[in-house]
């Protein structure tokens, strides 16, 4: 069975990883663009954004990647005219790409955005209101 690092944590079973290891991992897919990929060989997306630092940021390693060039990157996939988010510099915006370019950007602490959960990706407003207890590795 295969399991997102997101399902892990709300199985509690945080405590069987190796976070290191799995880190390093994650880390590799930031590419010179400072954009992150899926696996290996593919080109940056938008949603990986989400997907490495959600993860990063619940096993307590988000420190490992190069914020600054993966914030660049997200904010050049960026529509001028629109505001939303594509997967790739210069191509179409869409909600999916949209809603994870905000919340990997309010996983880099950016100031403008209300605070993302990284679990469920839902701000942490929303969390805290729903009385929900997600699980983060403290290092």
């Given at each position: 069975?295969?399991?997102?690092?997101?399902?892990?944590?709300k199985?509690?079973?945080?405590?069987?990883?190796d976070?290191?290891?799995?880190?390093?991992?994650?880390c590799?897919?930031?590419l010179?663009?400072g954009?992150?990929?899926?696996?290996p060989?593919?080109?940056?997306?938008?949603?990986?954004?989400?997907w490495?630092?959600?993860?990063?940021?619940?096993?307590?390693?988000?420190?490992?990647?190069?914020?600054?060039?993966?914030?660049?990157f997200?904010?050049?996939?960026q529509?001028?005219?629109?505001?939303?988010f594509?997967?790739?510099?210069?191509?179409?915006?869409?909600i999916?790409?949209?809603?994870f370019?905000l919340?990997a950007?309010?996983?880099?602490?950016?100031?403008?955005?209300?605070?993302?959960?990284p679990t469920?990706?839902?701000?942490?407003?929303?969390?805290k209101?729903?009385?929900?207890k997600p699980?983060v590795?403290?290092?």
């Amino acid at each position: 069975k295969k399991w997102r690092i997101e399902n892990v944590c709300k199985a509690s079973i945080l405590h069987r990883l190796d976070c290191d290891r799995l880190a390093w991992w994650l880390c590799e897919r930031q590419l010179p663009s400072g954009g992150l990929n899926g696996r290996p060989e593919k080109l940056p997306d938008v949603c990986y954004s989400w997907w490495v630092l959600a993860s990063l940021t619940i096993i307590g390693r988000l420190h490992w990647i190069s914020s600054e060039r993966l914030e660049n990157f997200i904010l050049s996939c960026q529509d001028s005219e629109t505001g939303g988010f594509a997967d790739r510099t210069g191509n179409l915006p869409d909600i999916f790409h949209t809603l994870f370019g905000l919340g990997a950007l309010s996983l880099l602490g950016d100031k403008r955005l209300k605070p993302v959960n990284p679990t469920y990706c839902m701000p942490e407003y929303v969390i805290k209101r729903c009385n929900l207890k997600p699980k983060v590795m403290v290092l």
